[in-house]
Structures are given as C-alpha cells and as structure tokens.
C-alpha cells in the first residue's frame, strides 16, 4: 500500500519561503504522478502543483506561478513543493498525492489522485 509523508510545515512571515517534502513508499515511485494540492477551512481543496512520473511536465494553477516550484527526486522516492515570496493567502493545509500513471496525461484534478498523505499546515503571517 503506498503511503504519503509530509513535512517542512510551519508559521512564516509574508515574503519568506518554505519547502515542503514529501515521502512515498510501498509502491514504485517513478511510476506514479505526484501532486501538492492545499485545503482552508470552509474552501474546497484545490490543485497547487503536479508533475509527471518522469519529472518532464508540471502544471502550475494561476496563483502560484512563478513563487512555487515543484520537483522529484526518483532515487529519493520524495517530492519537494518550494514555495517563495509566500502570501497571507497561501495559509492553509498541504496535502501531497499519488495518481498511478497508465495514460501519460498529466493528473491535474485532485479526484484523479489514489493516495493522500496527512497534510502539514503552512499558515503565513502578514
């Protein structure tokens, strides 16, 4: 079964960066897609971040381009979000995820997603 580790959570001031990790196991990792997605309370979850099993493609959504960077490492089985010039609007809980890849189409929709890890809250101060 695979699970889903995340860390690097935590209390920043607006401007400032953090980097989320986060670990998979049980499965083979270079085969899957991996995503960072975020929740606030009261909000629905959205898509943050996505990229292919191979590392080739990412997608952004609009209100992080050119702040957040996603990345893997294969032979680290772990997934990184970096995340500058953070924004009060950035404050919610980030959850890391797993979609088998079959197709070779980039998962964007966090209901394409089979596994989920826990979640680590990022909250920015202004």
């Known amino acids: 079964q695979v699970q889903l580790v995340e860390s690097g959570g935590g209390l920043v001031q607006a401007g400032n960066s953090l980097r989320l990790s986060c670990v998979f196991s049980g499965r083979a990792f270079s085969r899957y897609d991996m995503g960072w997605f975020r929740q606030d309370p009261g909000k629905e979850r959205e898509t943050v971040a996505v990229?292919?099993?191979?590392?080739?493609?990412?997608y952004y959504s609009n209100f992080v381009k050119g702040r957040f960077t996603i990345s893997r490492d294969n032979g680290k089985n772990t997934v990184y979000l970096q995340m500058n010039s953070l924004k009060p609007e950035d404050t919610a809980v980030y959850y890391c995820a797993a979609a088998f890849s079959l197709s070779g189409r980039l998962k964007k929709v966090d209901g394409e997603y089979d596994y989920w890890g826990q979640g680590t809250q990022v909250t920015v101060s202004s």
């Open positions: 990229i292919s099993w191979s590392g080739d493609s990412t």
